[in-house]
């Protein structure tokens, strides 16, 4: 044969072997990322359950009915029960009122206001727990079973703070309590089974999801700290419960995010863990909590700057309650808490529930940073007083000169301080908030009263003037205002 013939030859077959080869591999690089995420979309298809029928059918005996009764009194007229002032925040309200009030209908006689909502039994003694706004101010509690017994219920104890509520049912045996999770646990994606009556008739009905958020704040009290949820939560859900997938209740319907009523995916449950920790007391009827005294505040990155914090840790101090144990131990507007009793606190909302469980009575370390410098100070807790509300409401009043700030304000007499029910007689209260101004987009509303600006307190208006004047478009103010009760700051920024 020809050397020539065989040497090409031989170079056809090398050529031939080495395309066979790379072929090989770039098939084997491709083939191992598509095994890899096979098996990645098999364990995920394994940790998803295949169905939620054996869960449902043994928590569907312990999940109930709940219908609450009210008893109205007639002989009020319509301007005495829930009203929406057609006139809104406008002063001109108490007008319309005043001149119409013989028009308005009268209820001609008692009738009866009908709740309905869910819970689930907790143990064979009877206990139920749901929430609080279910059975508030109800005069008649009733309980209906899966198995359409009925009951009357009494209430054993409620806490309006969580919306917590326990009640009880006279009912001797066959009673299936659901077990109760670790909520702590629960993670972000992790599935999870909602039950309830929707509506008031469609008994057990169940949906599923997962875990949207955790300890989410609503503004619903000082302890939110929601779970949050896209398993569909319906008018009549609120106080079923929210269970994991080992049938373990995680968490208590309560409340659903929309704006027509109806469910969008944003629902909200009371952690477990939170109702664990209140059982006790709730048991015996009351729920006492330790209080410092302190109204606080989230520490925003305006807030951040304008008192020269080097973070957004901890709780920020916007008011020191007279005579309460913060202010004999020397707390002062301003001071930032940054850990109680050993715990840090990175969230203000931490800190109410981890003082309201802490015993009355204990004296606690508590980290502060004042000044910059950090602190700790000794503290003596006492029982949470009883809350006093008092409704503010605006009055026609005057601009403020200077930077163009979009409010209207008046001096705080005395006397317009009897008329609205306020303890303070010094400060100015707003008056008017234009929609269209930085002080409606830095959160003002109408009756608010300046306390402070730029941490420097404000006696009268002729003060607050010459202190605005003082401002220029882009600068920064701080405000301390108080609103219903409740002191803390807003930041301002000023408009061109």
Known sequence: MDIKNITNRKKIIG????????????????????????????????????SFSELVKKAAPSVVNISSITVIKGGRSYLQMP??????????????????????????RDYRQIGLGSGFIIDKDGHILTNNHMIEGADKVKVTLADKREFNAEIIGRDSKTDIALI???????????????????????????????FGFLENTVTAGIVSAKYRQIGASSYDSYIQTDAS????????????????????????????????????????????????QLKKGKVVRAWMGVMI???????????????DKGALVSDVTASGPAEKAGFKRGDVIVSFDGKDINESNELPYIVSLTPVGKTVDVGVLRDGKKQTIKVELEEFPEEEESAIVGLPGREAPGPDLGLSVQDLTPGLARRYGLSDTTGIIVTRVDRNSAAYEAGFKTGDIILEVDQEQIE?????????????????????VKREGSTFYITLNVWE
Not at 35 to 47: F, H
Not at 250 to 260: A, D, M, R, W
């Open 83 to 108: 009203f929406q002032n057609p006139f809104g925040d406008d002063p001109f309200g108490d007008f319309f009122e005043y001149f119409f009030r013989d028009q308005i209908p009268q209820v001609p």
């Open 233 to 280: 939560i319906n008018r009549g859900n609120s106080g079923g419960p929210l269970m994991n997938t080992k049938g373990e209740v995680i968490g208590i319907n309560s409340t659903i995010l929309s704006q027509t009523g109806g469910n969008i995916g944003i629902g909200f449950a009371i952690p477990i863990n939170m109702a664990k920790d209140l059982l006790p």
């Open 168 to 198: 009880k049912i006279e009912v001797a045996k066959d009673l299936k309590p659901l077990p109760l999770g670790d909520s702590d646990k629960l993670e972000v994606g992790d599935w999870v089974v909602a039950m309830g009556n929707p």
């Open 297 to 311: 505040q989230q520490i925003t990155n305006d807030l951040k700057n304008a008192l020269n914090l080097k973070d």
């Open 460 to 480: 009268d208006i002729r003060h607050f003037n010459r202190k605005i004047q003082g401002y220029k478009a882009d600068d920064t103010i701080l405000f301390l």
């Open 15 to 50: 050529i031939w072997t080495l395309f066979c080869v790379t072929l090989f591999f770039a098939a084997a690089m491709l083939i191992v990322p598509a095994s890899e995420t096979n098996v990645m979309a098999s364990s995920t298809a394994s940790q998803a359950p295949a």
